[in-house]
């Protein structure tokens, strides 16, 4: 079965901490895709990076970086010097071919980021 | 113009009302997706459409009906719903062909059923 499990579902922290969201995915494919997006109170969910698993190598843009780790299936997503901007509901997404051929996204459920000033 | 429109922003509406969700994208894409977002779950797929072929149904109960008239637009007609349907309904659209290419969400309609 094709999972994603974000174990944390509320997470605060002072403004310039550090924070890592945890990610662990299930899945029987050999090739995937992992992705990241940011929910704001505005509601919209925003793309924040894709990454295929032939692709270990870690990404950093900006405060964001990212761990992929195929050996222990996560895919953890760190903010350095948080910022109260980053509050949001960060979630992690793997993507699967349906049956009917269709590419779909499957979340976890969440991680609600709170970075207090 | 933002990626994906999505109108109203809010609605509340009774069992026995009749209302339809309107998404619109303005990106060129040839996929559109509705999702459910409901307290403390998953987003839920709902619906797929491909080149405005409907590709994917989740299970979803009939009072929810979508329609895909074109590329751009699609809409989510609703129809005798129970108060659980209360959610955030978000659409999406992306470019199918290129294999995993994100998908882009609109702000979503906030949905109370009364």
């Known amino acids: 079965a094709q999972k994603v499990t974000q174990a944390q579902t509320e997470i605060s922290v002072v403004e310039k901490e550090d924070v890592t969201l945890d990610c662990v995915y299930e899945?029987?494919?050999?090739?995937?895709?992992l992705f990241w997006y940011k929910q704001p109170p505005s509601g919209e969910l925003v793309f924040l990076i894709r990454?295929?698993?032939?692709?270990?190598q870690n990404e950093i843009s900006g405060r964001y970086s990212w761990n992929f780790q195929k050996s222990t299936s996560s895919f953890n997503f760190t903010i350095t010097a948080s910022q109260v901007v980053d509050s949001a509901v960060y979630f992690c997404?793997?993507?699967?071919?349906?049956?009917?051929?269709?590419?779909?996204?499957?979340f976890g459920k969440g991680t609600k980021l709170t970075v207090n000033p | 113009e933002t990626g994906v429109t999505q109108t109203p922003r809010h609605l509340v509406m009774g069992m026995t009302n009749k209302k339809s969700l309107k998404c619109e994208q303005h990106?060129?894409?040839?996929?559109m997706y509705w999702y459910k977002q409901s307290a403390k779950k998953p987003l839920e797929l709902m619906f797929v459409?491909?080149?405005?072929?409907?590709?994917e149904n989740n299970s979803v109960p009939s009072r929810f009906s979508p329609e895909c008239p074109n590329s751009s637009h699609l809409f989510l007609h609703l129809h005798t719903l129970q108060p659980e349907d209360s959610a955030l309904y978000l659409c999406?659209?992306?470019?199918?062909?290129?294999?995993?290419?994100?998908?882009?969400f609109g702000n979503g309609t906030r949905l109370t059923v009364t």
């Open positions: 997404a793997l993507s699967v071919v349906t049956q009917g051929g269709s590419e779909k996204l499957v």
């Open positions: 990106l060129g894409h040839n996929a």
């Open positions: 899945t029987r494919d050999t090739t995937y895709y």
């Open positions: 999406a659209s992306s470019q199918e062909g290129h294999y995993n290419s994100p998908l882009h």
């Open positions: 990454r295929n698993s032939f692709d270990e």
């Open positions: 459409y491909s080149l405005e072929e409907r590709v």
